[in-house]
């Protein structure tokens, strides 16, 4: 089966052809940095305009980058949920009426399901149960994964996401959104020894995290520390960076493998835009090889938002003859527990 996938939820969109027999044919990503970055966060409206103008001339390049006839097209998975209504909106219009002219099916995908299987079209995928760390701009959730749709919440945020709380220091930072690389990248010039930030929720059991009190500590220490210009020397904000990073870095390894422990599993999973962070990896992998568990990730193009992932994850569900009627309906809210299993 050959599944054309579209994601268009928040900034990104999204086009991608996958073969249920020959893999990831093709994809294309289109991000839309460039027309959010000076309101230092996501506009909605904005969001939804831009995937109109690009969702076509993405599909044209590449059923042409494929070499795919629209007759070669099997059918269509598209993200109808959670995310910001109006993308989502525009994505699933799209889909659903590209699907009914073509006359095949169409597959509504949960992004962070999406999320969850993006490692699966890595040339080593993972294999079932284990543990996924989901770490994006809006969730940050313990999953126990025992097949596709089988999601058991083990813990999540009890306020902001890890995504979020990186793009909010940034800002503190004055640096570019997306927060996440910008703050990785100046955490690499930040001196290990300068600052200790605090790791939230680690002395308590459980798997819930909490990231506003990091953020608070975050901002008294830049107030601290600025000069006339508002902001610390650059040398401070580096060190502030990094202990950022780290205190974020260590809360979420600790509940990692308080996870695995608790399931038995040995096997995690980390997904979504933060988990292309280098430190993030490097940590989790070190430390979950002391108790023998192995950490599974996508390239750094799938971890955050791209049409591959949601290609992937609608196919599975196709084969399995789910699909969606005519009628459009998005989920800008939608828990991913409550999914059918396959
Ligand atoms: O999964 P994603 O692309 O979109 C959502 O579904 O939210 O995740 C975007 C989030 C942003 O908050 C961004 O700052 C963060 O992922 N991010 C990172 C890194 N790359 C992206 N955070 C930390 N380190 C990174 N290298
Ligand atoms: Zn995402």
Request: glycine letters at 8%; aromatic letters at 8%; charged letters at 20%.
């Amino acid at each position: 089966m050959r599944v054309l996938g579209i994601e268009t939820s928040c900034d990104e969109t999204g086009v991608a052809i996958y073969d249920s027999n020959l893999g990831l044919l093709g994809h294309r990503l289109y991000s839309q940095v460039k027309v959010h970055a000076e309101y230092g966060g996501v506009v909605p409206e904005l969001a939804s305009r831009d995937h109109v103008r690009k969702l076509l001339p993405l599909v044209n390049e590449v059923l042409a980058a494929t070499n795919s006839a629209t007759t070669d097209i099997d059918a269509i998975a598209f993200t109808n949920g959670p995310g910001l209504i109006g993308a989502l909106m525009v994505g699933a219009c799209f889909a659903r009426s590209l699907a009914y002219a073509w006359n095949i099916p169409a597959v509504g995908v949960h992004h962070m399901e999406g999320h969850l299987l993006a490692p699966m079209l890595e040339d080593n995928p993972p294999s079932f149960p284990f543990v996924a760390l989901l770490v994006s701009g809006g969730h940050t959730q313990l999953v126990d994964v025992r097949s596709i749709g089988e999601y058991q919440l083990l813990g999540e945020s009890l306020d902001d996401a890890a995504g979020e709380a990186f793009d909010k220091a940034a800002k503190m930072l004055d640096l570019d959104y997306p927060g996440g690389p910008a703050i990785a990248k100046l955490a690499e010039l930040g001196n290990p020894d300068r600052f200790k930030f605090p790791r939230p929720m680690v002395d308590r059991p459980g798997l819930e995290f909490s990231f506003s009190g990091l953020k608070t500590y975050t901002l008294n220490t830049v107030a601290e520390h600025k000069q006339e210009n508002g902001l610390p020397d650059d040398q401070t904000c580096a060190d502030i960076a990094f202990a950022f990073q780290e205190a974020v870095v260590q809360t979420i390894a600790i509940k990692c493998k308080r996870a695995l422990e608790q399931t038995g599993y040995t096997t995690l999973v980390m997904a979504g835009g933060v988990s292309a962070n280098k430190r993030l990896r490097e940590l989790l992998t070190h430390n979950l090889a002391k108790i023998g568990a192995s950490v599974f990730y996508a390239r750094n193009e799938f971890c955050t938002d791209n049409g591959a992932m949601i290609a992937y994850a609608g196919c599975q569900r196709l084969l399995n003859n789910q699909q969606e009627p005519l009628g459009v309906t998005v989920r800008p809210r939608w828990d991913m527990t409550t999914l059918a299993p396959l």
